[in-house]
């Protein structure tokens, strides 16, 4: 294990011991530009075709799974669950993209692999009718699982919360090695779209509190601060370009992944390849990616960045 996922375990282990005893312009597909930096990893790579075949040259494109996952390791992959909705729809994580990471998790030597989420409606349907769970339990050491009880979740501190103090994360993530924000790319009435950062909320126990008490935006950057996916993997295949989170909506055919090791620039480069409610919008019209920019928390610049375009058809 290398010492940034030694140092993220450890301190959101740490918190949870502490505590335990909008809206959103215009880059358009194709205008990404690839810099040629000698001995440099892309930054963000935009893969198009089929998910899964897409999914897999992706992750390759930034080092392969074993950049991430070592032999041994504890691995969390988060998609969106959420909905007893069928992958067509757009508001779950299609399910070639979660079973090729979990593929992928498998030949890089994990020694576990748990696709968590913790749906809006019933777990048991959700995670039937996405496809996500019949996609998973073919492989070995892997589980797919809907969490609705508290008892699988820790009270953790967040020391640099504004809004938010201290919420429960599933026992599962605080004891992972590795975390992979796996997110569907749609909108969202309240955030205004749902990518990598706002489904850090499908991790923890207590969402209402995010919509009654806080800032939603702030909270959902709050989050991020001890929520911080090594690899994130969004599924742009389709996009839910109105009607989210739940849909239904109008979908977008885009046969796209972006992936990158940053969940901010992830989310910036998705916001500016797609069309939102009819429109394009730049990553610094979306509230808490401008204010995760400002925090530290990642780049939403992209033109500053090495952005690999490939075709994985």
């Not at 301190?11 to 880059?27: D, H, L, N, Q, V």
């Not at 796209?256 to 919008?281: C, H, N, P, Q």
Request: charged residues 20%.
């Amino acid at each position: 294990m290398d010492n940034r996922l030694m140092n993220r375990r450890k301190f959101i282990k740490k918190s949870a011991e502490y505590t335990a005893y909008t809206a959103f312009g215009m880059i358009l597909p194709g205008v990404f530009n690839e810099t040629a930096r000698a001995g440099r990893l892309p930054d963000i790579v935009v893969a198009m075709g089929v998910p899964g075949v897409t999914t897999r040259a992706a992750v390759n494109a930034l080092g392969g799974m074993s950049r991430f996952v070592k032999a041994g390791n504890k691995v969390v992959i988060k998609p969106n669950m959420s909905f007893p909705n069928p992958p067509g729809w757009a508001t779950t994580t299609h399910p070639d993209v979660v079973r090729e990471l979990a593929s992928m998790c498998l030949e890089a030597g994990a020694e576990s692999i748990f696709v968590l989420d913790n749906p809006l409606r019933n777990a048991k349907l959700s995670l039937k009718r996405s496809g996500i769970k019949s996609a998973i339990e073919s492989l070995p050491r892997s589980r797919t699982e809907g969490i609705e009880s508290e008892r699988f979740y820790q009270e953790v501190e967040v020391p640099e919360g504004i809004e938010l103090a201290s919420t429960m994360i599933m026992k599962q993530v605080l004891d992972a090695d590795v975390l992979i924000a796996a997110p569907v790319a749609k909108s969202h009435s309240a955030t205004g779209l749902s990518l990598s950062m706002k489904g850090m909320m499908g991790l923890i126990f207590n969402r209402r509190v995010f919509h009654l008490n806080m800032d939603l935006n702030t909270a959902v950057v709050d989050l991020c601060t001890v929520l911080k996916p090594q690899l994130t993997v969004i599924d742009v295949s389709r996009l839910l370009s109105s009607g989210g989170p739940n849909g239904p909506g109008k979908v977008l055919t885009m046969n796209k992944i972006v992936a990158s090791t940053d969940m901010v620039a992830a989310d910036a480069a998705t916001v500016e390849l797609g069309t939102w409610y009819g429109r394009k919008f730049k990553a610094r019209q979306v509230k808490h990616i401008r204010m995760a920019h400002k925090r530290g928390l990642g780049n939403m610049d992209i033109g500053g960045q090495v952005v690999k375009e490939i075709n994985a058809s």
